[in-house]
C-alpha cells in the first residue's frame, strides 16, 4: 500500500507541533502494517506550478489543438507528473499547519494540480462525479489556538474544505487528526502533543487493520 505524505509545512521536523505528529503517525502505520511504502511530497521544496495566465492559456491551446509555448509545456508536464504521482498511492496523508485561519498556499496549489476532470472526477448527466473511490485521507493539523469547540468553532474553514475537495474527487474515506492550543497554553503544549499522539496511534492501528483485511 503506498502512502503519500503531502506536507505542507516548510518548518523543521523538531520546531512543528504538526510535523511531530505526523511523523508519529506514519512511524505507528508502518508498525502496524509492514507493507507501507511512504513517500513524501514537500510541498515548499518541489515545483508545484500555479495555475496562471500561461497554465490558462496552454489548456484553451490543448482543446484547440493548438502548440504550446516552452513555458507551456513545462508548466503542464509538470502538473502531469504531480498528478500521476498522486494517482499512484492509495492513501493520503496531509499536514498542514493553521495560517491565518486557513493552511499554507502551496496546499491550495496542490490542490489545484490535482482536480483535474477525467483524471480525478468526471462529469456526468447527474453532475460531477469522483474518481477515486476506495482511497483513504488523513488531515493532520496543527493550529495555536482552539477551534474543536468554543468561541473560535465557526472560524475552522480549512478542515471541511479539504474534506470537501476530497469528496469531490470520490475520497469519503476521510480522518482528521489535530493538534491545538499549543500557542494558547504553551506550558500545556507538550501534554496536548501527547493526547494527540494517542489518538493518531488508535487512527493508525484502524486504517492499517482495514487496509489489511481489504
Ligand atoms: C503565519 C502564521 C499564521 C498563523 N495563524 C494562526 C491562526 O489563524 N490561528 C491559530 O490558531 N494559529 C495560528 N498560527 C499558529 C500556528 O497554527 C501554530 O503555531 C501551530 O502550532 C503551527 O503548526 P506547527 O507547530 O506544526 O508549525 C499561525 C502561525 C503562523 C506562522
Known sequence: MKVLYINSNPKPLDQSFGLRLGRHFLNELSNQNENIEIETVNLYEENIPLIDADVLDAWGKLAAGVELSPSQVEKTTRMGE???????????????????????????AYIDNIVMAGKTFKYTENGPEGLLGGKTAVHIQSRGGVYSEGPAQSFEFTNGYLQGVMAFIGITDYHHLYTEGMAAAPDRAEEILDAARETASDLAKDLASAKRNA
Open 82 to 108: 504531480v498528478l500521476e504521482q498522486f494517482l499512484s498511492a492509495d492513501m493520503y496523508v496531509f499536514n498542514t499547519p493553521m495560517w491565518n485561519l486557513s493552511y499554507p498556499p502551496m496546499l491550495k
